[in-house]
């Protein structure tokens, strides 16, 4: 049964730093993983999905990889802003569609 | 990607009542998923549906609590049935397509039951 787990729970950070969020899951057979955003009370953003074929993507500030032997994703975000305050979640997908979530980093970027 | 609606965005209930949620894209989709989302938890997959078959739930729960339609491609309804306190909770709708994997979501429902 998979399970994915995320560290820290928490993290504040000043403005301008580069920061990296970890992901980990315990069935290495994923079949996709994702990266979300969610602000409070809100839905969740899509930010990146690396396919079991890929090692890593990249939007903007942001870049994902995939470590499927380690059973790690990290999301590196590249000149944190305070608008990237926000709750970022992994899901990861063993080779049917359902997601399986993690519990998530909440990040805050102070000005 | 898909745009995805959700009505209503929020909701203040009584507890022993009922509570439907509607779920629209703008594309016709064959999987949409509905979740839940405990306060200060991550998101729980509640339950699969398919247009012309029944939802498959997960572990957990039940169709006689959350009930589920899929009338089309593009529409999908969540009822919160016999609700209480513990019901409070943000409900999300989502799509996704069988071999993208990618998967979008609604920007919820935020339901409380007093």
């Known amino acids: 049964k998979q399970e994915v787990t995320q560290i820290p729970a928490a993290l504040s950070v000043p403005e301008g730093e580069n920061l990296v969020l970890n992901c980990s899951f315990t069935d290495s057979a994923i079949y996709n993983l994702q990266w979300f955003r969610q602000d409070p009370g809100k839905g969740l953003t899509s930010l990146l999905l690396i396919q079991s074929s890929q090692r890593e993507q990249t939007s903007g500030r942001l870049n994902a990889s995939l470590d499927k032997s380690s059973g790690r994703s990290t999301l590196y975000i590249a000149a944190s802003q305070p608008g990237d305050s926000a709750t970022y979640l992994c899901a990861a997908t063993s080779g049917t569609y359902k997601y399986i979530f993690g519990t998530g980093t909440r990040l805050k970027v102070l000005a | ?114």
């Open chain 2, 1 to 114: 990607s898909a745009v995805i609606s959700q009505k209503p965005s929020r909701d203040i209930c009584q507890r022993g009542t009922s509570l439907t949620i509607q779920c629209q894209v703008d594309s016709q989709v064959t999987m949409m998923f509905w979740y839940r989302q405990q306060p200060g938890q991550s998101l729980t997959l509640i339950a699969t549906a398919n247009q012309g078959s029944e939802a498959t739930y997960e572990s957990g729960f039940v169709i006689d609590k959350f009930p589920i339609s899929r009338p089309n491609l593009t529409f999908s309804t969540l009822t919160v049935s016999n609700m209480s306190p513990e019901d409070s909770s943000i409900y999300l709708c989502s799509v996704g397509e069988i071999g993208l994997g990618e998967q979008y979501f609604g920007p919820g429902t935020r339901l409380t039951v007093t």
